[in-house]
């Protein structure tokens, strides 16, 4: 058995679609576990929808440009169909209902609620797509094997309940259909409320479904060859590893590398399941493996992180900064769920970057000045060089302004104006 991903760049329009079914049929026969993401920038519009109807404006426009979105990709894959049509016409009368209820007030919540939408109107469709085409396949719900607690935004998945229901609903499904169609980036409660687990968390449910079912391995479909040491848009001469370890991935996904969401890697890493990550433009290269293997280059590998805010925070009695600030402040921290991308102290100052929505890290600020002088930068980039070199690192730096650097052996970091 194999996990795919496809993300929503791969589902992003009836071709994309097309394409996936290129690749499944190039899998004929192997028993697959498909989990997808929302269609190109669905999770972004759907984040538009639920601003205007938390601010109580008139989302029946928003609706329709959705709904058209998805119902012109289904005509143009299966002209006059109107099954398909018909199941999107349920999910659209679903979310015009919750729409339809009052907003309660607790954003997060109602994020995971309508957000997720954008997964079950894909995967829906590529279903009854793939059925129409000759795959056959069965559709499962996310929402009811991926279990996780009640923190909406960043599930944390109850392992012991997942297991045992995706052991339960998999296998049984694939004795039927050599295909399972599932979704990526959400999951579910006990209140039977959707929860989703953080953006670009459809590698994460990847690694969930492959970890539970002692997969053979989980190959994610990208717009890129294979894992790259830097993001071509920004580095056009990025070259493509073959291969590395989970040691070495880890620290790249820890960093922010966002070929790979930081919560996936480890589950494999427990059942030494290796993770595939190749070009869905084309399948029949290798392109590369996250393994149990050697660490065969040194080659430096950069990430780059936009819209960051470097937090300086000083103890108004001019203390230093110790155990007990750093206890408060961490508490703070995770209260307000602020994530440290980078941290760094002096004796009398302790500075952080992160990328957290700027909303929340304002409101951090506001829980910390009662004891301590804050001052910070906004629309900072944070660069990440690992296995630095001196001409790597005058490549990101040349020309800009260092507020902060912190330096280790292999990894170098730097908080640029």
Same mark, same amino acid.
């Given at each position: 058995m194999q996990v795919f991903?496809?993300?929503?760049?791969?589902?992003?329009?009836?071709?994309?679609?097309r394409n996936l079914l290129r690749i499944l049929q190039l899998y004929a026969g192997e028993e697959l576990v498909v989990v997808i993401s929302a269609m190109g920038k669905t999770t972004n519009f759907l984040e538009r929808v639920l601003k205007a109807y938390s601010q109580q404006e008139d989302t029946a426009d928003l609706v329709e440009e959705l709904m058209r979105y998805h119902e012109d990709i289904l005509e143009e894959l299966l002209p006059d169909d109107r099954e398909g049509k018909a199941r999107l016409a349920t999910l659209r009368a679903a979310l015009e209902r919750k729409l339809a209820e009052p907003f309660s007030g607790r954003y997060d919540y109602e994020y995971d609620q309508i957000v997720s939408f954008g997964e079950l109107m894909s995967t829906t469709l590529i279903s009854y797509y793939l059925q129409a085409s000759g795959v056959s396949n069965t559709w499962l719900?996310?929402?009811?094997?991926?279990?996780?607690?009640t923190t909406y935004r960043e599930g944390r998945v109850d392992w012991n309940l997942t297991g *045992?229901? =995706?052991r339960q609903a998999v296998p049984a499904?694939?004795?039927?259909?050599?295909?399972?169609?599932?979704?990526?980036?959400?999951g579910g409660t006990d209140e039977q409320t959707r929860v989703t687990l953080g953006r670009e968390g459809s590698d994460y449910t990847a690694a969930i479904f492959a970890y539970c079912l002692d997969a053979e391995r989980v190959t994610i479909w990208k717009d890129v060859p294979g894992l790259l040491n830097a993001d071509p848009k920004r580095f056009p001469d990025a070259v493509?590893? *073959?291969? =590395?370890?989970?040691?070495?991935a880890l620290e790249l996904s820890y960093y922010g590398a966002s070929v790979i969401h930081p919560k996936t890697l480890k589950p494999l890493q427990n059942k030494h399941i290796p993770l595939n990550v190749k070009s869905f433009f084309h399948p029949?290269?290798?392109g590369s493996m996250i393994g149990d293997c050697p660490l065969s280059t040194n080659i430096s590998s950069f990430i780059v992180k936009d819209n960051q805010t470097l937090l300086t925070i000083f103890p108004k009695d001019f203390s230093f900064v110790a155990e007990e600030n750093l206890s408060e402040i961490f508490s703070l921290f995770a209260q307000y769920r602020v994530r440290i991308n980078m941290m760094q102290n002096s004796a009398l100052s302790f500075s952080?970057?992160?990328g957290t929505e700027l909303d929340r890290v304002k409101d951090c600020v506001q829980a910390l000045m009662p004891r301590y002088k804050v001052k910070y930068n906004e629309q900072v980039t944070l660069v990440t060089i690992r296995h630095y070199t001196p001409e790597a690192i005058r490549r990101v730096t040349e020309g800009r302004t260092i507020l902060l650097r912190q330096t280790s052996r292999t990894t170098i970091q730097y908080v640029l104006l």
């Open positions: 991903k496809f993300g929503g760049a791969s589902v992003k329009d009836a071709p994309a679609i719900c996310a929402c009811e094997l991926v279990m996780t607690d *045992d229901r =995706i499904a694939l004795k039927d259909h050599p295909v399972v169609i599932t979704q990526g980036f959400i493509k590893i *073959d291969e =590395i370890p989970y040691q070495e029949e290269e290798a952080v970057c992160t």
